[in-house]
């Protein structure tokens, strides 16, 4: 990942800090370390970046939340804030998608839990403990379990509406299409016209593939190593991801097919 994005998002997460720590209904005033870490790192990155000159509207809006004498900062304070930094990390990176929601039948688990390391392995990043939404939402996977107080449809709608470039992987089986839910996502799809990618278990016929998305889309199976290698090209253009190195890359991906083809011998 580049270091511009590394340093951007750490100063979202620490506009996120401030509002977790204003939610809980304590104060930010003079001298609080969170805010004053903000500052720091917010001068230090539009002073690297020029982002007065290279975005100055967006950077008068921040200066001005930017305050230096007594001062107190309230929630909706810190709520612009992070809408401005997400608009500079917008502007700064207009193609930079950042989520990837992996559309998928519950019985298709073992392929999708396998797919979601192998996309760990390619560089996206895990849930950690200060970032706790992770960049990947599979239902079935630990990483997209939903909290017991969200519904789940309005945690799937969100994909569809957020401000965020969104990448659908569309994990295509017989299992797939005998379900109501996972035709809807696909529909869902075609309807906000997403960027997606079908792919499919190893024995699933084509002549399956139903809906209103493009037939000519390509689509590849998982255990086809040379497409594989392409969509791992395709993720690291998608997510301004370092390379992984070829050999760390080989030993990933073939132990991916090694594991979707035994799966695979077992539902035949």
């Not at 002549?207 to 290698?229: E, T």
Request: aromatic share 14%; charged share 30%.
């Amino acid at each position: 990942m580049k270091q511009i994005l590394i340093e951007i998002n750490e100063i979202i997460s620490l506009v996120d800090k401030m509002i977790e720590y204003l939610s809980c209904g304590s104060e930010i005033r003079t001298g609080n370390e969170i805010y004053c870490e903000y500052k720091d790192k917010i001068k230090a990155f539009t002073i690297k970046y020029d982002i007065s000159h290279r975005f100055s509207e967006l950077y008068r809006a921040l200066d001005k939340l930017y305050f230096t004498s007594s001062y107190t900062v309230d929630m909706n304070e810190a709520l612009e804030i992070k809408e401005l930094v997400i608009q500079l990390k917008h502007k700064i990176f207009p193609n930079l998608f950042e989520k990837i929601f992996i559309s998928h039948r519950e019985k298709d688990k073992k392929y999708t839990d396998a797919l979601v390391e192998l996309l760990h392995a390619i560089g996206i990043s895990r849930q950690t403990i200060n970032q706790k939404e992770g960049m990947i939402f599979c239902s079935s996977h630990p990483e997209g379990y939903i909290n017991n107080t969200e519904r789940n449809l309005d945690v799937m709608k969100s994909y569809f509406t957020t401000k965020d470039n969104v990448f659908f992987v569309l994990f295509y089986s017989d299992n797939y299409f005998e379900s109501q839910a996972c035709l809807n996502e696909q529909g869902a799809v075609w309807a906000t016209n997403q960027k997606y990618q079908e792919i499919l278990t190893p024995n699933f016929s084509t002549d399956k593939i139903k809906g209103l998305l493009d037939k000519q889309q390509v689509w590849f199976r998982c255990n086809d190593k040379y497409r594989l290698n392409t969509f791992k090209e395709q993720l690291e253009k998608m997510f301004y991801l370092e390379p992984l190195a070829m050999n760390a890359w080989e030993i990933a991906r073939d132990r991916f097919i090694e594991q979707v083809e035994e799966f695979n011998r077992a539902d035949c």
